[in-house]
């Protein structure tokens, strides 16, 4: 089925200019950036995205680092978007990314791993409403 998933282009990756080629791995494999946004979150808006992870040992630096720098928000669209987007993105731990995606090529580490993207149809669904209105939204 055609499915929208949330994308996030973390600071490490804004900071390195690699927008662009990031936007080229999401359209090759046939996804639409349906909607697109950069911005600099304030430490309440990260803590209120990663509000899953909050008991884990990580969020806190987590949250220092995903308000480091601006990241890019963007709705991906098209066939099974949630799945293929997690197959483009590679592993969360770039060490066990497989070659070609975009952890692999040009993730830091595990906490600086370039992009976010939603695990699950209903958190893509949560996830997009966090940071676009539906006018904003153009398939
Ligand atoms: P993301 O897909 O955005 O979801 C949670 C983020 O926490 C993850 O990518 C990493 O950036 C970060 N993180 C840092 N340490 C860990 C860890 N040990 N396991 C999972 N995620 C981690």
Known sequence: ???RTLSIIKPDATRR??????NAKFEEAGLTIAATKRLQLTKAQAEA?????????????????MISGPIVAQVLVGENAVAKNREIMGATNPANADAGTIRAEFAESIEAN???GSDSLENAANEV???FAEIEIVA
């Open 49 to 65: 995205f990663y509000a899953v992870h909050s008991a884990r040992p990580f969020f806190n630096d987590l949250v220092s680092f």
């Open 17 to 22: 200019n690699l927008t662009g080629k990031i």
């Open 114 to 116: 370039s992009v976010h």
């Open 129 to 131: 409403a966090f940071f």
């Open 1 to 3: 089925a055609i499915e």
